[in-house]
């Protein structure tokens, strides 16, 4: 570079440093292109710094450390959405003692109308009894009564279709309860007397129990919404019972 001084000879009355010095001058007034100078430049993979590519800045996210022995949030969230578990306690075996002692009571009464088992009356007695009651189809009836009663009564020790054999026995000591009615006027609640319901009132109010509460989960319908969640079906069965107890002492005498 020439210098104006020592008359156009560079390096005639100056030293080193100047001549660095000027330099550095010179480069610092040059124009700085900007790192974008258009935008063109955004996908043209040069920018103002060079031929290197750009990088956009990245985003350090902020994650916290995990805590020992806690857990994750998601599983907590998880956990907090999850149904709670039910603890029913000992409220399975009641009722199945319960299911038990009703059905055999139930097998008992109707093994003796069926076969005459323990003293009891067998069909011809018991199709006697139904006649003198004024029912119009004793024969028919004393069947289906005995074999009723054995069958609901097995199907509600096992837990299978409870609902339905716990309506089936309503229906059944609905009419027993109307039958001693008729045998004489007048209420009469202890089973000492002669036409007293006492006995058949305890059967019926364990059957609309074991309809309103279901069979629990030891019963071969454990698994069944009305074993353990029963609702409105129930009472609709519930109903039905009722109804068809009533129907067969109007329509059936």
Same mark, same amino acid.
């Given at each position: 570079m020439a210098d104006k001084e020592t008359g156009g000879t560079?390096?005639?009355?100056?030293?080193?440093?100047?001549?660095?010095?000027?330099?550095?001058?010179?480069?610092?007034?040059?124009?700085?292109?900007?790192?974008?100078?258009?935008?063109?430049?955004?996908?043209?993979?040069?920018?103002?710094?060079?031929?290197d590519a750009y990088v956009p800045p990245t985003e350090q996210m902020y994650r916290p450390e995990p805590v020992y022995g806690a857990e994750p949030a998601g599983a907590v969230a998880a956990e907090e959405r999850a149904p709670a578990k039910?603890?029913?306690?000992?409220?399975?075996?009641?009722?199945?003692?319960?299911?038990?002692? #009703?059905? *055999? /009571?139930?097998?008992?009464? &109707?093994?003796?109308?069926?076969? +005459? $088992?323990?003293?009891?009356?067998?069909?011809?007695?018991?199709?006697?009894?139904?006649?003198?009651?004024?029912y119009q189809q004793?024969? #028919?009836? *004393? /069947?289906?009564?005995?074999? &009723?009663?054995?069958?609901?009564? +097995? $199907?509600?020790?096992l837990g299978l279709l409870t609902p339905f054999a716990a309506a089936a026995i309503v229906a059944i000591m609905v009419n027993a309860v109307l039958f001693k009615h008729e045998l004489e006027p007048g209420y009469q609640f202890f089973a000492s007397e002669s036409s007293g319901v006492e006995y058949e009132i305890l059967l019926v109010a364990c059957a609309v129990a074991l309809v309103l509460t279901g069979p629990g989960r030891i019963a071969v319908d454990g698994r069944r919404g009305w074993a353990t969640r029963p609702f409105l079906g129930s009472f609709v069965v519930l109903l039905l019972g009722v109804a068809a107890g009533v129907c067969l002492w109007i329509f059936g005498r």
């Amino acid at each position: 570079m020439a210098d104006k001084e020592t008359g156009g000879t560079p390096g005639a009355g100056s030293s080193p440093y100047d001549n660095q010095q000027d330099e550095r001058t010179l480069e610092m007034r040059r124009p700085r292109a900007s790192y974008l100078d258009s935008e063109d430049d955004l996908g043209s993979g040069t920018t103002g710094l060079g031929n290197d590519a750009y990088v956009p800045p990245t985003e350090q996210m902020y994650r916290p450390e995990p805590v020992y022995g806690a857990e994750p949030a998601g599983a907590v969230a998880a956990e907090e959405r999850a149904p709670a578990k039910v603890r029913r306690g000992t409220l399975d075996l009641g009722l199945f003692v319960l299911r038990a002692v #009703v059905g *055999a /009571i139930l097998v008992v009464h &109707g093994l003796q109308k069926l076969v +005459g $088992l323990w003293n009891g009356p067998g069909l011809d007695g018991f199709e006697a009894t139904l006649r003198d009651a004024g029912y119009q189809q004793p024969a #028919v009836l *004393a /069947i289906a009564g005995a074999v &009723g009663e054995v069958a609901a009564g +097995g $199907l509600l020790i096992l837990g299978l279709l409870t609902p339905f054999a716990a309506a089936a026995i309503v229906a059944i000591m609905v009419n027993a309860v109307l039958f001693k009615h008729e045998l004489e006027p007048g209420y009469q609640f202890f089973a000492s007397e002669s036409s007293g319901v006492e006995y058949e009132i305890l059967l019926v109010a364990c059957a609309v129990a074991l309809v309103l509460t279901g069979p629990g989960r030891i019963a071969v319908d454990g698994r069944r919404g009305w074993a353990t969640r029963p609702f409105l079906g129930s009472f609709v069965v519930l109903l039905l019972g009722v109804a068809a107890g009533v129907c067969l002492w109007i329509f059936g005498r």
